[in-house]
């Protein structure tokens, strides 16, 4: 009978300090031996438990990073010696009995598993902490579909800006409590990282502030389940809080496709305990309305954006819409609109009414577009409706029908907006003013 690991320190005269923390890494110490160890990516199926181990000793200074089967004996056998040869000037390092002391450990907590908390009320938990506006709630792993030439690197990278700076980089996107941000590039270089930064916090009057982002190039080392040690190093030092990852496509571990990839990704993302935002493509043939076009992508976003370009940007100037796709912990966001203006080498943002936005006003609710088009106080029939905006009649009639509280009739016995309560003051002092402020208002504008 193998002993216990209670039996196994007894041997080597002490227990060692253990610790597991919230990313499920393994941490040992065995202090009068001046020995560290750390096991992390740990994967038990059947009788393997493969890992990651990283040994450090003091004397002799030695530093081990290797992967190992801690159930075979063989690997034992192997790593023992590895560490023998490393430590040979050190007769008190019983390597076989340590190696043997890590394996019952994490094979004890593994076995135990957690234990449960009494979780109750708390008035604080009802509402969603929101990080960047309606964009990235706390703890949620949010995912931006996008076309190519849509200004998502752009986009992601005034996202760390805002959330460091604390800044409405993007209007109406507020940021409740700053933190630090790590942009995870797989897609560009440090270079090209910068000169974006820089024309954002220039274009937002921020240049001086001397605020800045931590950057990781992570293109060419592999990916995220490679770099998951290196990562999680950079979020403890610099204590981050939200990693922006450009992109997932090039992050993920394998065939875009693969259950399987999706699968090893999402496991070297919860590694890393902090919130998320990924990007990615929209397929070109497939599902629009999810990551890659893939279920495996859209099932493990909680929160996912498609973002749809305006056909023909003018001018130095590009509008995206962004629809909330998916969102598993929160009620859905109404379309966001945002224009991008990188004229004068500088790069602004600002919001925009997407109903004024050809080609992407048809991706706002039927509704909406009613209501923007009624607000100039001319009454209009469902078949006018319908003209106007280039919809069958039988689907204007069905959004007038479903929203009655919203419009009304003139005496011609034709449709117009309905009179609404001024919820703010108009800024002209005219009805039409005011119903577009509260329009405005519902739809997130």
């Known amino acids: 009978m193998l002993p216990?690991?209670?039996?196994?320190?007894?041997?080597?005269?002490?227990?060692?300090?253990i610790e597991v923390d919230k990313r499920g890494r393994f941490h040992f110490t065995w202090g009068q031996l001046g020995v560290k160890a750390t096991i992390s990516k740990v994967k038990r199926k059947d009788d393997r438990l493969d890992c990651q181990i990283h040994i450090a000793t003091q004397v002799p200074y030695m530093e081990l990073h290797t992967r190992a089967n801690l159930q075979s004996s063989s690997a034992r056998t192997a790593l023992r010696r590895e560490l023998q040869d490393a430590t040979s000037v050190n007769d008190q390092l019983n390597w076989q009995q340590l190696i043997r002391e890590m394996q019952g450990w994490v094979m004890k907590k593994l076995t135990e598993g957690r234990r449960s908390n009494?979780?109750?009320?708390?008035?604080?938990?009802?509402?969603?902490?929101?990080?960047?506006?309606?964009l990235v709630?706390?703890?949620?792993?949010?995912?931006?579909?996008?076309?190519?030439?849509?200004g998502k690197t752009t986009l992601l990278i005034a996202m760390a800006a805002q959330y460091q700076t604390g800044h409405e980089i993007i209007p109406g996107f507020p940021v409740r409590r700053p933190g630090n941000a790590l942009f995870l590039n797989w897609e560009a270089n440090e270079e090209i990282f910068q000169s974006i930064y820089s024309r954002?916090?220039?274009?937002?009057?921020?240049?001086?502030?001397g605020i800045k982002v931590q950057h990781m190039d992570c293109g060419g080392l592999g990916t995220i389940d490679d770099q998951t040690d290196a990562i999680i190093r950079e979020i403890d030092e610099y204590d981050v809080d939200l990693a922006l990852i450009d992109s997932a496509s090039w992050a993920a571990p394998g065939d875009l496709e693969s259950q399987e990839t999706v699968g090893r990704y999402e496991a070297a993302v919860k590694a890393l305990g902090v919130t998320t935002v990924h990007i990615g493509h929209l397929p070109k043939?497939?599902?629009?309305?999810?990551?890659?076009?893939?279920?495996?992508?859209?099932?493990?976003?909680?929160?996912?954006?498609?973002?749809?370009?305006?056909?023909?940007?003018?001018?130095?100037?590009?509008?995206?819409?962004?629809?909330?796709?998916?969102s598993n912990y929160r009620e859905q966001s109404p379309p966001l609109g945002i224009r991008i203006d990188f004229r004068d080498g500088l790069i602004k943002f600002h919001r925009e009414d997407l109903a004024n936005v050809p080609g992407l006003d048809k991706n706002i609710p039927l509704v909406r577009r009613v209501e923007k088009l009624l607000l100039d106080g001319v009454g209009r029939s469902p078949s006018e409706i319908a003209e106007e905006l280039e919809e069958p009649a039988g689907s204007v009639r069905s959004a007038i029908s479903k929203n009655r509280q919203r419009f009304t009739r003139d005496v011609n016995g034709l449709y117009v907006m309905a009179a609404r309560e001024q919820s703010l003051p108009a800024t002209d002092g005219s009805a039409a003013a005011t119903q577009q402020l509260n329009i405005n208002l519902d739809l997130g504008y």
Do not use: C
């Open 4 to 17: 216990t690991p209670e039996e196994l320190s007894e041997r080597t005269g002490q227990k060692p300090a």
């Open 137 to 150: 709630a706390r703890g949620e792993e949010t995912f931006i579909s996008a076309d190519g030439g849509s």
């Open 285 to 326: 043939d497939g599902d629009a309305a999810k990551p890659f076009g893939s279920v495996f992508w859209h099932n493990f976003a909680r929160s996912s954006w498609i973002t749809r370009k305006q056909k023909e940007p003018s001018g130095g100037q590009l509008t995206i819409g962004m629809f909330h796709a998916k």
């Open 200 to 209: 954002i916090l220039e274009g937002a009057g921020l240049h001086e502030s």
């Open 118 to 134: 009494s979780v109750g009320y708390s008035r604080n938990s009802r509402q969603t902490d929101l990080m960047i506006g309606p």
